[in-house]
């Protein structure tokens, strides 16, 4: 199964990732995501192996049956000339560096590990963290290729020739498809984490043509990504306003204090699309009984039962 499970920072997009089938191997691409989110699942299930990786560890050494869950992050370079800006003579101007490097290698090294742990038979699941920082590394290694072209055939860095970005029909579309069809030719879960963006549209205006944000927002990240996957989540909390839930006691059941009454909750519902046997388009909107992979199954077993 593809999945794309997207929401704003902090609504447990990231949670609802790692609760799919182990063992799981994570991407670490926004650093620190992991340690915010695989804690609830540590809380949960004291018994949950988890590996952090360090950074360029070679994985191809691992033993997946001693672990649930294995992370490993992975850095890109920082240009501090780009963080912090170098202060023209003149003091009125930043200058940013042009030249990108070390991108198309933390690619090459993802696509090596994706690789590896997908041809591993223990490992089910494949989690890039997120898909938004993916498609930025994709798309900037591949800059990144194109002025190293240019630099073999003598431009500098310095001529306004010197590509720094690229053209709409340039970027590399076919690396991320072919990063999504080889996860699934090996038989594996990919989970891709998305952050939303804003959707702009554009209107006339008594000054000419101007863009306006349409109050709306989709997946950020690969553009031809949900035609691609089987079902987009969208994650999100909102306040738990039920004062009781009903819980088992022995065979009984009777109404106890909620202990999540008045808080923020995490929540889970099917978003956009959604391709899944027994479910299909008519599952669109719909909430997971609780916001993991498990209450995904559970929503489908409820669909398929009720056909």
Partial sequence: MITSVWGIEGSGKSSVGLSY????F????????????????EDTDPNLRVKRCEPKEDISKLDWNEWDIVSKPY???????????????????VRFPRQVEGI????????TDVVTVGRAPAPKTIM?????????????????????????????????????????IEFPNNRMRDFI????????????????????ANRVTDHGIESYATGEVAPDGFKHTMTLVDIVLWCYTEI???????????????MAPNPDYNKPVPRAKVSL???????????????????????????????????
Avoid: N
């Fill in 240 to 254: 738990d306003k039920q004062k009781e839930i009903m819980v088992l006691v022995g065979d009984d059941a009777k």
């Fill in 104 to 111: 198309k290698e933390l690619w090459q090294e993802i696509i």
């Fill in 181 to 200: 069809y080889t996860v699934r030719s090996f038989g594996k879960h990919l989970v891709m984490t998305h952050y939303p963006k804003d959707i702009y």
């Fill in 26 to 41: 994570h991407l670490d691409l926004d650093l620190g995501g992991f340690d915010r989110a695989v804690w609830r699942l």
């Fill in 128 to 168: 890039p963290d997120s898909a938004t920082q993916h498609w930025w590394i994709c798309h900037t290694g591949f800059l990144q290729e194109k002025q190293e072209i240019q630099i073999g055939q003598g431009v500098k860095v310095t001529d306004d020739k010197f590509r720094e970005k690229l053209l709409p």
């Fill in 75 to 93: 850095l890109a370079p920082i240009q501090l000339d780009k963080l912090l800006g170098v202060q023209q003579q003149a003091g009125v101007s």
């Fill in 21 to 24: 089938p182990k063992p799981l």
């Fill in 273 to 307: 699309k959604c391709g899944l046997a027994g479910m299909g388009m008519k599952a669109v909107g719909l909430e997971l009984p609780t916001p993991s992979y498990e209450g995904l199954m559970k929503l489908q077993s409820m669909m398929r039962g009720s056909d």
